[in-house]
C-alpha cells in the first residue's frame, strides 16, 4: 500500500497560472519535505516541515510556497509557473531529523508547462 | 564544500552480470549515507543505510560497503535482472543538522538481455 501519496501524478499548466501539487501520507511522520528534480538531476529541497514549522531553503524562489493543514497532508503551490518550472516533483516524509531517519518518497508528479 | 559524486554517471551490463556503483562524498561530519533506487517516474526508495560505524550492509542482491575514512561508499549489485535498470542515488547526511541530505547525480544502469 502506497504511504507517501501524490496527486495528480501528471500536471499540465500554461505558463503563469497558478497551480497546487499535493502530497499526503498515511505514516503519521512528523516531516515532510518537497524535492525538485529536473531531467538527470539529483533532488533538489526546495523546504520542509517539522510538524507545523515551516523551513525554507535559502535557494528556494519565491515563487513556490508550501502549506501543511495537517499531519497528513502538504501542498506545494507555484504562483506563477515559468517554463522553468517543468520538473518532477517529489514530496517525502520522515519520522523525525534524527540520525539514521530513512526518508520515504512518494512517486511524484510531473510537471509541464505550456 | 560539502558534495556528493557518484560514477559511472551511466552503465549498461547484461542480464546476470554483477556490477559495482562508486560513490564518494565530502560531508562532514558524516552521519550516513544511504542507496537509493528510482525507477523511471517513481520515487526513490530506499535500499540501504549506513552508519559511520558500518562498513557493509547487504539488501537481498544489493550488497553496499562504506569506508569512512576515504569517504567512500560502493553498491554492488550480483546477478543483475532487468528489474534492475533504474537510477541508483547516493545520499549523505551531515550530523550538525539531521535535515541536510546531499544528493549525488546518480547511476543510470540499464541491464539488457
Known amino acids: 500500500d502506497a504511504m507517501v501519496i501524490q496527486n495528480p501524478r501528471y500536471q499540465v499548466t500554461q505558463f503563469g497560472k497558478p497551480v497546487t501539487l499535493s502530497c499526503s501520507q498515511t505514516?503519521?511522520?512528523?516531516?515532510m519535505y518537497w524535492y525538485q528534480q529536473k531531467s538527470s538531476q539529483a533532488p533538489k529541497l526546495l523546504f520542509h516541515y517539522y510538524d507545523k514549522d515551516f523551513n525554507n531553503e535559502a535557494d528556494t524562489p519565491d515563487n513556490f510556497q508550501s502549506r501543511r493543514p495537517n499531519t497528513s497532508f502538504c501542498f506545494l503551490d507555484i504562483r506563477s509557473p515559468g517554463l522553468g518550472d517543468a520538473a518532477m516533483y517529489l514530496c517525502?516524509?520522515?519520522?523525525?531529523?534524527?540520525?539514521?531517519?530513512?526518508?520515504?518518497f512518494g512517486d511524484g508528479t510531473r510537471l509541464s508547462i505550456l | 564544500k560539502n558534495q556528493v559524486e557518484q560514477s559511472p554517471q551511466s552503465l549498461i551490463i547484461l542480464e546476470g552480470k554483477n556490477c559495482t556503483l562508486q560513490c564518494n562524498y565530502t560531508v562532514s561530519p558524516f552521519s550516513n549515507l544511504r542507496w537509493y533506487k528510482q525507477d523511471t517516474g517513481r520515487g526513490p526508495v530506499s535500499l540501504t543505510i549506513?552508519?559511520?560505524?558500518?562498513n557493509t550492509k547487504s539488501n537481498g542482491r544489493y550488497t553496499a560497503t562504506l569506508d569512512a575514512d576515504t569517504k567512500q561508499s560502493s553498491l554492488h549489485i550480483t546477478a543483475s535482472q532487468l528489474s534492475d535498470s533504474a537510477s541508483y542515488i547516493c545520499?549523505?547526511?551531515?550530523?550538525?543538522?539531521?535535515?541536510?541530505?546531499?544528493f549525488g547525480t546518480g547511476t543510470s544502469l540499464t541491464v539488457i538481455p
Open positions: 517525502a516524509t520522515s519520522r523525525g531529523t534524527g540520525t539514521g531517519q530513512p526518508q520515504h
Open positions: 505514516l503519521n511522520h512528523n516531516v
Open positions: 545520499v549523505v547526511s551531515d550530523s550538525n543538522t539531521g535535515n541536510q541530505f546531499y
Open positions: 549506513m552508519t559511520f560505524s558500518e
